[in-house]
């Protein structure tokens, strides 16, 4: 039992990086159509991580293709785009933005749910790094389990990032830290660092979390406070 406990709230931490993205995503939509955008991205990233369990192991084993680096990229790349449209004034809503918000919670949501997946398997692998079937089982019970507490709290996360040009700025520098902590955690990264002997790489990820924390906060705020 503690295992699901575990599991549950794993699931439910990083989850919020997934509400963070649809936030920003659908800023600019209309109440119904970012409703939907919301719908989609909870589901979407539900499952994507039961997908991504039944193929973690075998993706991780083909080492040169670095899935950590592929995901860190991916997010960058969504966090640029979000960050200019907002900065140009280009809401989503203008220009079939719906279909534009749907694509940006996709890319996000295959991103990070390739790295949250690895903090469930952590826990339920054996001690050699197996996963049983009953293991297999506690950890699609304990994405299940969040699905509810997912669907309501993000209504009134995503409320708030849309109001509050701060939570937006934290919001995106907290998903810039995410994709730089995945891009250093990959095995070529790492190496690297430890060639150059760079012992700052946990550093590094927090102050690119702070940069694009103001940035985001400042291309968020009304123009009358600009």
């Known amino acids: ?30 109440p119904k159509k970012a409703n939907t955008a919301r719908l989609v991205g909870i589901w979407l990233s539900l499952i994507l991580k039961f997908v991504f369990i039944l193929l973690v192991g075998y993706l991780f084993a083909i080492s040169w293709l670095h899935i950590r680096i592929i995901g860190g990229t991916m997010l960058i790349y969504v966090i640029v ?36 997946v690895i903090a469930v398997i952590s826990i339920v692998a054996d001690d050699v790094g197996n996963i049983t079937a009953q293991g297999m089982s506690i950890a699609f019970l304990g994405l299940a389990i969040s699905v509810p507490v997912l669907l309501i709290a993000s209504e009134h996360i995503i409320y708030l990032i849309n109001r509050y040009a701060i939570l937006f700025g934290l919001c995106a520098g907290y998903l810039a830290y995410i994709a730089a902590h995945m891009i ?16 700052f790489a946990f ?22 406070q600009a």
């Open 1 to 30: 039992m503690s295992t699901l406990i575990q599991v549950i709230l794993i699931n439910l931490i990083v989850s919020f990086d997934n509400i963070g993205v649809i936030a920003l995503a659908a800023r600019g939509l209309s």
């Open 81 to 116: 785009g979000m960050l200019r449209d907002t900065n140009t004034e280009k809401h989503i809503r203008q220009g079939g933005g719906f279909l534009k918000a749907i694509m940006i919670i996709i890319v996000a949501d295959v991103a990070m749910s390739l790295d949250n």
């Open 184 to 199: 250093f955690a990959d095995e070529l990264v790492v190496a690297l660092f430890d060639l150059i002997r760079f012992p």
């Open 203 to 224: 550093q590094l990820a927090v102050a690119m979390g702070a940069v694009v924390t103001y940035i985001g906060w400042r291309v968020a705020r009304p123009t009358h």
